[in-house]
């Protein structure tokens, strides 16, 4: 059974950094498209970074335009694990945050999920 947990969310300060992870198991995702995504108090749920594996080229990183240039997405596949490395947090960073893998299709479209991080930023 494939599971995606995420952990790391919390409450911190705006300008502050905080690094979330996702562990996955039950299966591999090495060659797998793996992304984060947020959902906001009354806000559709959105895309913030994915990682995908370009042949030839390993992986590489895309970001919303909202946390380009602050966010980090990273993965270290001997732990299964991925990473989104948030600095120069802003309030309007307040969320809950998705990890996903294995993208079928559209830039929303993944296969697995997991329940979320809160991470809340205060002014």
């Known amino acids: 059974q494939v599971q995606l947990v995420e952990s790391g969310g919390r409450l911190v300060q705006a300008g502050d950094s905080l690094r979330l992870s996702c562990a996955a198991s039950?299966?591999?995702?090495?060659?797998?498209?793996m992304g984060w995504f947020r959902q906001a108090p009354g806000k559709e749920r959105e895309f913030v970074a994915v990682h995908t594996w370009i042949t030839g080229r390993q992986y590489a990183a895309e970001y919303a335009d909202s946390v380009k240039g602050r966010f980090t997405i990273s993965r270290d596949n001997s732990k299964n694990m991925l990473y989104l490395q948030m600095n120069s947090l802003k309030p309007e960073d307040t969320a809950v945050y998705y990890c996903?893998?294995?993208?079928?299709?559209?830039?929303?479209?993944?296969?697995?999920w997991g329940q979320g991080t809160q991470v809340t930023v205060s002014a």
């Open positions: 039950g299966r591999t995702f090495s060659a797998d498209a």
């Open positions: 996903a893998a294995s993208r079928r299709g559209g830039r929303d479209d993944y296969l697995y």
